[in-house]
Structure formats: structure tokens, C-alpha cells
């Protein structure tokens, strides 16, 4: 059973140092269930390292990642805090999917065996379940006739939706999106944005790291902006967005509007 | 050119390619099997496994062949360990073979992009599934051309086992050569042996390349 009534996900005093760079300096923010956050910020500002602690690809050094009320990451042994195992983490990497910048599909899979793979192989699920609900998602993202395709036959925008139906084949609670229209084309981030709102309308959790200020601005209930490592300011996106309030975030907005 | 010195001789001979085919086969199966698993451990997580086999590709890249042969004909006897000459060839051959495999596999392990890794993770995929699931298939690619012209060094080397009282084609044809003095015939069928067992291992590589590669890509 899961606590209902707090935040989805909760992360507080998130720090991380990557080689001499201490990339997170404390970053405490929550994502409430069927919300949509964007994450925004000047590039090195911390954000992608931040996606990939919420899902512990990356560990964070200190601080706390609560998912539905619980501590994910580390566990109590022996009265000591000690970071918890790699196959101890599996379980919630299954419940919070992530979708990259750069698709990273399997090249030696079709894009239904890419979509099929995961909820097969680590969920165990029947092969045949598996691939009446892959289709399905394949359709979602607008991609039925395109199943039997390789990653290297498809355009980066075909790809990039594969890699979506692929992060929900697993039956996510929450998506993880890596700035992932920035590899694309102009005339290719459209279909992927349209997915993605098609996604928050039906009222799937998500997190998005990107600097598609339209999506932020229209699809995103709340933002948080980043900058050196820390929670800079955070809100109501259109509020936010239009009168911002630290130098910092202003001279962001006039960088990415210009 | 007298060719009685080779019919008259086809049994010897057919046998000596038996044995060639059995001790350089048994190699060649060995040493593939055996360098998979210390490629993942050279680069993988775990340092301990780390140092052992990068100590073991030192030593077997770097000693040579004949010696470690001689280790495991001569050298295991004196801890207790008796081995027959065919055992005791295909082994010391093996660890020799394993050393330079290790690397051919591990090149093309390093060869998948991490971002591949990464994907696996975030889909809640086990380290050994990562491996055999997406990292090895890509991987499998970049390794077979390196890795099969390897088998080929080390189907001629198998004659090194001459040297340990196996008679195998190079052993059994330098023998026939010094009793008959016909090196020339002799030669020539004992080359086109070797011919014929590296164009099977050859032909086997195209196949499985073939097989593994992806429409439109080559």
C-alpha cells in the first residue's frame, strides 16, 4: 500500500560531485501523481545529472529520493545508512521510465521487440500479453506501421517514439524525459512534443528536462529552474516564466527567447 | 613429382588430420568459451576479478606459446598433475589462445556505446541480462573479423603440439619428409590441409555474420 495522499516522488538535499564538479548542491523539489514538471536551466547547470538520480542511474553522494513516502537508493544496515545494491534498485528503475535525448533504442531489435523487451525479459510477462499491449502503444505513438522497422531505418522523430512506447511498455507510475526533442530536427519535435502531451492530458506523471519553452509554458503544471547545482526557482510556469524573479531566471528567459 | 610418398602414406596422414582437426578444434571451442567470461570480468565492476584477469592476458599474451605447451606437458607432472599429450597440448594451446581472444572480445564489448548500457539500466535490466540481451549481440559484430582471424593463428599454431609427442599433419609430414626425403609433395598436401580447415573456419565466420546483420545494413 501506498500512501496516497503525500507526493509521488520527493527529493530533498540531493547532492552529487562528478570528478571536480559539484554538479548538485541540494536540491529539494516533489512531484505530485498525474503532474507534469518541467526542468529548465543553462546547460551544466545540473538537470540531466538530477533526471538521472531520480531513477539512481547516477547515485546521488547525499541527501534523500522518497517514492510514494518510502526512501529509495539506500537502505538501514546494521544502524548504518549504506547505499543499497544494484539489484535492489531494479524494482523502482521498472516503476519510473526514462526516455533520452538520444533515444537509445537497441539497434539489433525492431521497434516492437524494442517495446517487447523489457516487460518479457524483466517483467516475465507473457510473451503473447506482451505484444498485443505493444502494439497497442506502438498505435498510441502513431507508429503501427512502422513495427517491423530497425532503429537505423527510422527518423530520429519515429525513433524518439518508439523510445516513449518502449518507457511505458513497462506500466510506469512516472516518465523521465532527458531533453528529449534537442537531437531532433525543427520539423521532427512536434510529433514527439504531441505525444508527450497526449500523455499529460491522460494524466501520466512526468518529469521533463527541456528547453522547449512552448511545452513548458503550455503542458507543464509546474517548473523548476536550475542553475549552479540548486533549485533557483520554481512555480506556476506561466507566472514564472513571465515575471520571473531572480536575475538569474531573467536572463535565462531573455537567452531563450531572443 | 612422385605422389606414392603421399598415397602411400594417406592413412598416417588422415590420421595426423584427425588430430590436428581434434586438438586445434577443441582449442578453438575452448578458448572462445573461456575468454567471454574474463573480457566481462577485465572491464566489469567487481576489482579483484578485474586484476586477475588482466594479470592472466598479460601472462598468456605474453609468454610464449611453445613455453606454456611445455608447462602444461612437462610442468604439471611435478605438482602431481598427469596429463596425456593431446590433453596437455589442447590445454597449454588454450590458455595461449584465451589471452589473445580475452581482448578481441573485450575490444568489441567496449565498442557498444555506454548510452546502450544506460537504456538497459533504466528499463530495470540485471548486469548478466544487459550483457546477453544488448551489449553482446551489438558487441558480436565488431568481434567476429579479429576474433576469427585469431582462430586461423591459432589453427596453424596447433602444430606446436608436434613438439609434445602429438603426431599431428605438421609433426606426422616432418617426420614422413626426414624417412622419405619428399618434402616438396609432401608440403603441398599438408598445406592445402590447413587450407581447407581455415577456409571452413573462414566460411563459418561469413556465415555468422550474414546472420547477424540487419536488413538494409550491410
Known amino acids: 500500500m501506498s500512501a496516497t495522499d503525500g507526493p509521488l516522488l520527493e527529493v530533498a538535499g540531493l547532492e552529487k560531485t562528478l570528478g571536480a564538479q559539484h554538479v548538485l548542491r541540494g536540491v529539494d523539489f516533489a512531484v505530485n501523481r498525474g503532474e507534469v514538471l518541467a526542468i529548465i536551466g543553462a546547460s551544466g547547470s545540473g538537470k540531466s545529472t538530477l533526471l538521472r538520480c531520480l531513477n539512481l542511474l547516477i547515485r546521488p553522494d547525499n541527501g534523500r529520493i522518497l517514492w510514494q513516502g518510502r526512501e529509495v537508493g539506500w537502505v538501514q ?9 544494484e539489484r535492489d534498485l531494479l524494482g523502482y528503475r521498472t516503476q519510473i521510465s526514462m526516455v533520452f535525448q538520444s533515444f537509445n533504442l537497441f ?5 516492437l521487440q524494442n ?11 507473457p510473451r503473447d500479453e506482451v505484444r498485443a499491449e505493444a502494439e497497442a502503444l506502438l498505435e498510441k505513438v502513431r507508429l503501427s506501421h512502422r513495427a517491423s522497422a530497425y532503429p537505423h531505418q527510422m527518423s530520429g522523430g519515429e525513433q524518439q517514439r518508439v523510445a516513449i512506447a518502449r518507457a511505458l511498455a513497462m506500466r510506469p507510475e512516472a516518465l523521465l524525459f532527458d531533453e528529449v526533442t534537442s537531437a531532433l530536427d525543427p520539423e521532427l519535435k512536434g510529433e514527439v512534443l504531441s505525444v508527450m502531451r497526449d500523455l499529460a492530458s491522460e494524466g501520466m506523471t512526468m518529469v521533463s528536462v527541456s528547453h522547449e519553452m512552448g511545452f513548458v509554458r503550455n503542458v507543464a503544471d509546474r517548473v523548476v529552474f536550475m542553475h549552479k547545482g540548486r533549485v533557483c526557482e520554481a512555480g506556476d510556469p506561466k507566472d514564472v516564466l513571465a515575471n520571473p524573479s531572480t536575475p538569474e531566471l531573467q536572463a535565462f528567459v531573455r537567452s531563450v527567447t531572443d | 613429382m612422385n605422389w606414392s610418398v603421399v598415397t602411400d602414406n594417406a592413412g598416417l596422414l588422415l590420421e595426423a588430420f584427425g588430430t590436428t582437426l581434434w586438438v586445434a578444434g577443441a582449442t578453438i571451442v575452448l578458448s572462445v568459451v573461456l575468454a567471454f567470461p574474463l573480457a566481462v570480468m577485465r572491464d566489469g565492476p567487481i576489482r579483484s576479478l578485474r586484476i586477475v ?3 592472466f592476458s598479460w601472462v598468456m599474451r605474453a609468454t610464449p606459446a611453445l613455453t606454456l ?20 597440448a589442447i590445454a597449454g594451446l588454450t ?31 540485471p548486469f548478466p541480462m544487459i550483457l546477453r540481451r544488448v551489449i553482446v549481440p551489438q558487441a558480436i559484430r565488431t568481434i567476429m573479423p579479429p576474433l576469427t582471424s585469431n582462430l586461423t593463428l591459432v ?14 599433419l605438421t ?30 573456419l573462414i566460411w563459418l565466420q561469413h556465415r555468422v555474420e550474414n546472420w547477424l546483420s540487419l536488413p538494409g545494413q550491410g
Open chain 1, 77 to 85: 544496515n546494521a544502524g548504518k545508512r549504506m547505499p543499497a545494491r
Open chain 1, 107 to 111: 539497434p539489433h531489435m525492431t521497434a
Open chain 1, 115 to 125: 517495446v517487447m523487451e523489457a516487460p518479457v525479459m524483466v517483467m516475465k510477462r
Open chain 2, 53 to 55: 584477469s588482466a594479470v
Open chain 2, 69 to 88: 605447451l611445455f608447462l602444461t606437458y612437462f610442468g604439471l607432472p611435478q605438482v602431481g598433475i598427469y596429463l596425456a599429450a593431446v590433453p596437455a
Open chain 2, 95 to 125: 590458455l595461449s589462445a584465451t589471452g589473445y581472444n580475452m581482448e578481441y572480445i573485450r575490444a568489441g564489448l567496449r565498442a557498444v556505446p555506454s548510452t546502450q548500457y544506460e537504456a538497459a539500466r533504466a528499463l530495470g535490466m
Open chain 2, 155 to 168: 589453427m596453424k599454431g596447433s602444430s606446436l603440439a608436434g613438439m609434445v609427442a602429438v603426431t599431428e
Open chain 2, 171 to 200: 609433426g606426422a609430414g616432418m617426420a614422413l619428409i626426414s624417412r622419405t626425403y619428399q618434402p616438396f609433395e609432401i608440403l603441398i598436401v599438408i598445406g592445402l590441409a590447413y587450407l581447407m580447415l581455415n577456409g571452413v
